[in-house]
């Protein structure tokens, strides 16, 4: 299947929202609101259209998407500057074809050319250290909230980029608001 790979246009927004629905509608570790969270992230200043990522098949049909947003490490009087990688999201037919991975690898080649230097994961832990992601906690790099250590991970898109890094990370305001209040 031919898949192409490309930055998200303002005209597709639309089947994104659909995308990324439909991609965690039977996940059991979703709050099923992802697709909310992702149009409240692409209107605020975290939001890096170069970041916004599509694969799309043959037909032009959107078949997946990843997003990439600022956020900020925090320790005291000191800050660096990151992405939150959230959420990678395939239409449940077409999962398990390697499109998820094009997606990440393409995201990360963008952030780096972009001048970012990390990114920041909550997800499956077999299957982002495939990427080069390892535990954030290596670094002393801690989430603002209370979850499994080997879920929350780090990845340098410039090595020894986390080195001086410890903190606790810090999202932007879409990932604390409720998904359940109107946007």
Do not use: C
């Not at 998200?8 to 929202?17: R, T, V, Y």
């Not at 690898?105 to 952030?111: E, G, P, Q, V, Y």
């Not at 230097?117 to 080069?132: C, K, T």
């Amino acid at each position: 299947m031919e898949v192409f790979i490309r930055q998200s246009l303002p005209k597709d927004f639309e089947a994104i929202s659909q995308v990324v629905e439909q991609a965690f509608r039977d996940e059991e570790m979703s709050d099923h609101h992802e697709h909310v969270l992702v149009g409240r992230l692409r209107v605020s200043d975290a939001y890096v259209p170069e970041l916004s990522i599509v694969a799309e098949n043959g037909a032009g049909q959107i078949i997946g998407h990843i997003l990439l947003t600022k956020i900020r490490i925090e320790d005291g009087e000191n800050e660096e500057d990151s992405l939150a990688l959230a959420p990678v999201s395939i239409l449940p037919k077409f999962q398990n074809q390697g499109i998820g991975s094009r997606l990440i690898r393409a995201a990360l080649d963008k952030a780096q050319n972009l001048g970012y230097r990390s990114v920041i994961v909550l997800g499956h832990p077999e299957y982002y250290p495939r990427f080069g992601f390892r535990k954030a906690s290596e670094w002393g790099i801690h989430p603002p909230f209370d979850i499994p250590e080997d879920v929350f991970m780090a990845l340098e898109l410039v090595e020894g980029a986390l080195n001086p890094v410890r903190g606790i990370v810090k999202y932007s305001e879409p990932f604390n608001e409720s998904a359940s209040e109107p946007m």
